[in-house]
């Protein structure tokens, strides 16, 4: 069995889960403290892809950055290639898978946090932006931990966002779930078998550990 | 401690759910040392503390600290993070993740020695020797001097107590209120104590405002 495209799939899950964390914890922090108009308009594009078919996603993705459109020339300006049908592309597809589960989780988790906190922290003299780091995130870790697990498990099983946008090109954008349907048709099974099998493990592992994690923290105050 | 200490100063209309009763309608002044604020539940007594906070923005207001404007009621809205206002919240609002020593050095002002800085405040608190505990293993009378020196060692201008003895027995209520006391005489600056005791209110401070329905009672 070939491990190249299992090891493409951690690689590629890893980096989308990085990028998602960022924006999803700042995400998070604005849906539950900001009020403002679109509020909710903006909740529910996040987690839309939670819900819609991988086509659909991937096609609108295709249309904001596929080499046509304004994002797809600016990449291609200054990377000198294409973004989709890249390796590129497949960390964007399971950022985007993996997003919302994080938000999710981070928002649940902030909007859990005793606001009189908050309160206390900005009457001793400390902005926004630094209560947000001391205060809010260390208090909501458990919850953005087990939302990170949660999108990392997704991002690394991610199939039809992938395909519609990164291709399914061996070596370069095959991640195991891609190998794994190629396996399959191809009749070899014993070699689909063996991926699967992986990459259950890997799944598995990630959330089994993720509350773990969640566990140890929350007896740690 | 730190200079321009002074009168704080009063004028806020905060607007409750029915247009006819506001939340707060106020026109006071606290002078420098204890003042304590008594009403019922729902007179505004915690509106007061987070609207000189900062941390409720009232519809018409004037508030001033010393020679500082707070709010105008109009351009001018300092952000609660801007003005040394401490406020001991009645739940303490200790952060649960910080130890003791941590909480105090939150509000220090930045520099190299916050956990010596700290632990002279825990010492004047006189719970030197809880520095390193987290605060869900505090009784309620030492989170309450925890909570008493975190906000003292941010340098207020001004400090907001928000019945901070409520969850003490009578003897560690006395014994606290006397410490406040002269803690606040030794930093002259105003200090407005929401309590519902009225010994305390006797006992401790020089004048006491009473409010009903968020007005000040004549």
């Not at chain 1, 964390?21 to 539950?32: K, P, Q, R």
Request: net charge positive.
């Amino acid at each position: 069995m070939s491990w190249a495209p299992l090891l493409l799939s951690f690689q590629v899950a890893l980096v989308a889960t990085t990028l998602a964390t960022v924006l999803g914890v700042g995400l998070a922090g604005v849906l539950a403290r900001a009020r403002f108009t679109g509020r909710d308009l903006l909740d529910g594009l996040i987690t839309a892809p939670m819900v819609l078919p991988p086509t659909v996603l991937g096609y609108w993705l295709l249309h904001v950055v596929g080499r046509e459109t304004v994002v797809g020339r600016c990449w291609e300006a200054v990377a000198g290639t294409s973004l989709v049908f890249s390796k590129s592309a497949a960390v964007l597809a399971g950022a985007v898978a993996a997003l919302p589960f994080i938000v999710k989780s981070a928002r649940a988790a902030m909007e859990e946090v005793d606001p009189t906190l908050l309160g206390a922290a900005a009457t001793l003299g400390a902005g926004p932006t630094r209560s947000f780091f001391t205060v809010l995130l260390p208090l909501s870790r458990n919850g953005i931990l087990a939302g990170v697990t949660l999108g990392f498990a997704r991002a690394l099983g991610d199939f039809g966002v992938t395909l519609m946008i990164a291709g399914n090109i061996p070596g370069l954008t095959q991640t195991g779930a891609l190998a794994i349907y190629d396996a399959v048709q191809a009749n070899r099974d014993a070699e689909a078998g063996g991926m699967a099998a992986v990459m259950a493990g890997l799944a598995v592992a990630a959330l089994y550990a993720g509350t773990k994690l969640v566990r140890r923290r929350a007896h740690g105050w | 401690m730190v200079g321009d200490a002074g009168v704080l100063s009063v004028r806020a209309v905060v607007p409750g759910a029915k247009p006819d009763r506001p939340r707060l309608d106020v026109r006071l002044s606290f002078d420098v040392g204890l003042t304590a604020v008594m009403g019922r539940s729902g007179a505004g007594k915690t509106t007061l503390l987070l609207t000189i906070a900062g941390l409720v923005r009232p519809a018409t207001a004037r508030i001033t600290l010393g020679d500082a404007m707070l709010d105008d009621g109009a351009a001018v809205f300092v952000p609660p993070h801007r003005r040394r206002t401490a406020l001991v919240f009645q739940t303490l609002a200790l952060f649960p993740h910080l130890s003791a020593w941590k909480n105090v050095a939150y509000g220090l002002p930045r520099g190299p020695d916050d956990r010596d800085r700290a632990l002279a405040w825990l010492k004047r608190a006189r719970v030197e020797h809880l520095a390193d505990r987290a605060p869900s293993t505090l009784s309620g009378g030492e989170a309450q001097r925890v909570a008493l020196a975190r906000a003292l060692a941010s340098e207020p201008r001004a400090l907001l107590l928000d019945e901070p003895f409520s969850a003490l027995d009578a003897s560690l209520r006395a014994e606290l209120g006397a410490e406040l006391a002269a803690l606040v005489k030794s930093l002259a600056i105003p200090a407005v104590l929401v309590t519902h005791h009225h010994e305390d209110a006797q006992t401790l401070t020089s004048s006491i405002i009473e409010l009903e329905a968020g007005r000040v009672r004549a």
